[in-house]
């Protein structure tokens, strides 16, 4: 489901950038303030630009429903070049258009879905003050990819745009259409920008975009791959298990004569099976689940980065693929281990469960040097210089697979602590529970380093969402430390 809303949310955010920014090349954009009308009219008069237009654009919600828009003031006269639905050529009626007050157009599929038409009125609200929007036409979509895209467009004249936004004389950016290899053109209209406004690219905005989330969409990937990995060890748990008690079958079958190898692909065989299964139902789930996750993902992206409306999840042939590559993947892995232990047992031992037990017992010390390297070795990565959140990731995850080799020497510790005190509190009964803890230490150590996984996992991320929370409140306590504010409705 984290794949799938993720992927929703970009494909969401791709299709409205696509409607916004249309055939446009470049942008100008000032620095920091909105640029004023006079700009565009030196672009088109003194440098002859004569593709470019202007944009007002800012967002709105519809009251009483959970739909944000994006607003978008354009000069139809001008849109031709750029956006195909925005342009005269689209069937605009000019007139009402431009001198109509407060009008607007909305997809026809977002009209049907609101239950309004032409000649209804809108009710919207802007940055907390209430508007209203004349509905004078629907902007029929000429396919599903367009009708994506425009389902979360307000299109309407640009003083229109002006008067909602308080922003009568300025414009948020203006729009180009320059050819490669344009350094000249671009000077010349360098030259008549005022300070803080420059050129940039159309695609760079979608960068630095993808750059903000980038961090919050690895966050939720890490957390579904720890989710994956506390799977792999009750996978491991559950194979284990079901090898111990075949073993019986398993010494019968290499006493007949059956291979080491085809008792290791046998159980592999059963492994991919199960996998399979698990899979194909764990996809199902998350098609379920990703449904309502990623009303949540947009939420978090709607709080933290940018206005962003997702209104269907977008179901991609590549989070399915990886889904399955990751679940038939790591069944086979956390299953490996087992069938190999399996089909490596001598006819002789393998009727024996104290063999294997032995065994696990002889590789204590040798796995807790690992584990202990593990650890050291992600010290060592979250104290690389400019790490990120990767290092961050690759060190948690090296700490992780270093205490889970680690786990076998705790339970041994602890056991020998706490075998005399549940002595004293159960007899011998309390002796046999803690002693049987060590005695099946080849399932009971997998068991319990999953357990403590996911413990350290949740307690980890609470303690993190509250200390971020209680930081924030305690900034804000600093800050506005009046108890009313006053302050104009803003015009976002």
């Not at 978008?72 to 006269?77: R, Y």
């Not at 031992?349 to 204590?364: A, D, M």
């Not at 602890?414 to 309390?430: D, E, Q, S």
């Given at each position: ?14 299709l ?48 009483g429903v959970?739909r ?35 009008s ?54 640009i ?35 005022p ?12 960068e630095?975009?993808?750059?903000m989330?980038?961090a ?34 398993i ?20 492994a ?26 947009t ?37 490996f ?44 990565t ?49 002796k046999?529970?803690v ?58």
């Open positions: 489901p984290i794949d799938l809303s993720n992927s929703s949310a970009d494909k969401a955010f791709q409205s950038t696509e409607a916004v920014t249309g055939k446009a090349t470049h942008q100008i954009r000032g620095a920091a303030e909105n640029l004023d009308e006079s700009v565009y009219r030196d672009l088109r008069i003194e440098v002859g630009i004569r593709k470019s237009a202007p944009v007002v654009e800012g967002y709105a919600r519809v009251n959970n944000t828009f994006q607003v978008l003031g354009v000069d139809p006269i001008a849109e031709g070049p750029f956006r195909d639905y925005a342009s005269q050529q689209a069937g605009i009626e000019l007139s009402e258009f431009i001198s109509g007050e407060n607007g157009l909305v997809a026809a599929s977002v009209a049907e879905e609101l239950q309004v038409g032409i000649g209804d009125t809108l009710q919207i609200s802007v940055g907390g003050r209430p508007a209203e929007i004349q509905l004078i036409g629907l902007i029929e979509a000429s396919d599903d990819r367009s009708q994506q895209a425009l389902e979360s467009i307000l299109l309407v004249d003083s229109t745009a002006q008067r909602l936004f308080n922003m009568q004389g300025k414009l948020t950016q203006i729009d180009l259409i320059l050819p490669q290899n344009s350094e000249s053109e671009k000077q010349r209209i360098r030259s008549i920008l300070e803080g406004a420059d050129i940039i690219r159309s695609d760079s905005r979608t630095t975009v993808e750059q989330t980038r919050f969409e690895f966050n939720l990937q890490a957390l579904s791959m720890l989710a994956l990995l506390v799977g792999m060890f009750l996978i491991y748990n559950t194979m284990t298990f079901s090898v111990v008690q075949r073993r019986p079958l010494g019968r079958l290499r006493a007949l004569g059956v291979t080491r190898n085809e008792i290791l692909f046998t159980i592999l065989k059963e991919l099976l199960i996998g399979v299964l698990g899979t194909v139902i764990g996809i199902v789930t998350g098609i379920i689940l990703a449904q309502g996750l990623v009303k949540l993902v939420q978090s992206i709607n709080d933290l980065y940018f206005v962003l409306s997702v209104q269907e999840l977008s179901i991609g042939i590549f989070p399915l693929v990886k889904g399955i590559v990751l679940g038939v993947g790591a069944t086979l892995i956390a299953a281990w087992p069938a190999r232990e399996a089909s490596q047992a001598e006819v002789s031992t393998v009727l024996k469960r104290s063999s294997n037990e032995s065994k696990i017992t002889s590789r204590i010390l040798p796995l807790a040097g690992l584990g202990v390297l593990g650890g050291l070795a992600g010290v060592g979250l104290l690389i210089p400019n790490g990120g959140i990767v290092a961050g990731y690759s060190s948690l995850l090296f700490m992780i697979v270093g205490f889970s080799l680690i786990t076998p020497l705790l339970i041994v510790g602890m056991a020998k602590l706490f075998r005399p005190i549940m002595g004293t509190l159960n007899g011998l009964i309390g046999m529970a002693r049987g803890v060590v005695t099946e230490l080849s399932r009971t150590s997998v068991a319990i380093a999953a357990l403590a996984v996911a413990i350290a996992a949740t307690v980890g991320v609470g303690v993190m969402v509250d200390s971020f929370r209680t930081t924030v409140v305690s900034w804000l306590e600093a800050q506005l430390q009046a108890d009313v504010y006053i302050q104009p409705p803003s015009s976002g």
